[in-house]
């Protein structure tokens, strides 16, 4: 079993759609937790930080449940812009041992 | 401030060649990373740095090693390339966890083929 795991992908949705990105995880002492995204032969870059407590920022609501070591991602009113590999990333403790997932590939269409 | 660089953008190799790629960061980052990126596998850690002069191995560390003479700069090497080192590596930077320091930042990657 991989130690993060995402949906395999790809998503295609109209652009206005809302869409979630599922996430789980395998080590219980992981202690950090993140969605990056990486546009096509590009460097990933962090989106949003996941807290315990959920978070948004604008359109984008991140959820975290420890209990069931799942992280979610929502998208709502889907832009062209958001056409991306989404990352699903998880750390323990220090932050050395960063796991990340294989990615979900995005496509917002017109 | 350009924050993380990496030399060269590309290459191309014959198998048991060896070169050096080079990571630069403006940040005064205290840690730094090498992955590399497969398609379907996610990044990979190769080797990481907590300070300047000190290195530790990540996942898959066999065949690379590093060095961190300078805070701001990590090198990766590859004493004799082979193909199953094609791939994309990335170089990535962060501050100390006590300073909260968990985002990674990246270098836009060189893309490596070995033939």
């Known amino acids: 079993r991989k130690e993060v795991e995402q949906d395999p992908g790809p998503f295609n949705v109209p652009e206005g759609a809302t869409v979630a990105f599922n996430c789980t995880y395998s080590n219980s002492a992981s202690q950090s937790f993140f969605w990056y995204r990486q546009d096509c032969r590009k460097e990933p870059k962090l989106l949003m930080s996941v807290y315990s407590s959920g978070n948004e920022d604008g359109r984008f609501t991140a959820q975290l449940n420890r209990a069931s070591q799942y992280i979610s991602l929502l998208i709502r009113d889907s832009k062209l812009s958001d056409s991306a590999t989404y990352l699903c990333v998880v750390s323990g403790a220090g932050g050395f041992k960063t796991i990340f997932g294989a990615g979900t590939r995005l496509f917002v269409k017109a | 401030n350009a924050g993380v660089t990496q030399t060269p953008k590309f290459r191309v190799l014959k198998t048991g060649q060896s070169m050096t790629l080079l990571c630069a960061q403006d940040m005064n980052h205290e840690y730094m990373y090498w992955y590399r990126q497969d398609p379907g596998m996610g990044l990979r850690l190769i080797h990481y740095?907590?300070?300047?002069?000190?290195?530790a191995k990540g996942e898959v560390p066999d065949g690379y090693n590093v060095s961190r003479l300078k805070k701001q700069n990590f090198l990766l090497g590859l004493e004799s390339a082979a193909p199953s080192q094609t791939s994309v590596y990335f170089c990535?930077?962060?501050?100390?966890?006590?300073?909260?320091?968990?985002?990674?930042?990246f270098g836009p990657g060189t893309r490596l083929t070995v033939t």
């Open positions: 740095s907590v300070g300047e002069g000190t290195t």
């Open positions: 990535a930077s962060s501050d100390a966890v006590a300073r909260g320091g968990y985002e990674q930042y």
